[in-house]
């Protein structure tokens, strides 16, 4: 078993306001701790990867097939892989959460997708 602190992580900047940090990884799925400042957002994009999250500070809109879902903290949500999607820090804190990705990604950044 490994062990993983967030404190000894340095993070990637993957879009203006976005922050990413690979927590831990299997072979079948990894953990990515993000943040995402007031006002930023990650345009529309997929990639293979089912993704599944939780927020635990902040309220983050998601788009998806043209719906907006706005999730806050305590909210989770699942993305089947390939399902084209955005997401918004439309409030005035900082979104701090989790993402699992199955089958993991190589790394924490959005350049390999």
Same mark, same amino acid.
Not at 4 to 26: H, P, R
Not at 49 to 71: A, K, M, N, P, S
Not at 104 to 113: F, I, K, L, Q, V
């Given at each position: 078993?490994e &062990? ?27 953990v990515q @701790? ?10 529309? @994009?997929?990639h293979? @990867? ?16 043209? *719906? ?6 305590? *909210? ?5 892989g390939?399902?084209? @999607? ?5 409030? *005035?804190?900082?979104? &701090?959460?989790? *993402?699992?990705?199955?089958p993991? &990604? ?8």
């Open positions: 078993m &062990r993983v602190s967030l404190a000894d992580l340095e993070s990637s900047e993957v879009a203006d306001g976005v922050q990413l940090a690979l927590l831990a990884g299997t072979d079948s799925m990894n @701790h993000f943040e995402i400042e007031p006002g930023a957002a990650l345009d529309e @994009h997929s293979p @990867h089912e993704q599944t999250g939780y927020i635990v500070e902040g309220e983050l809109t998601f788009t998806v097939d043209g *719906d907006e879902i706005v999730c806050g903290p305590g *909210d989770s949500y699942g993305i089947p390939k399902q084209a @999607h955005a997401a918004e820090n439309r409030g *005035d804190e900082t979104v &701090r959460g989790v *993402d699992i990705f199955s993991p &990604r190589e790394n924490p950044s959005w350049d390999d997708e």
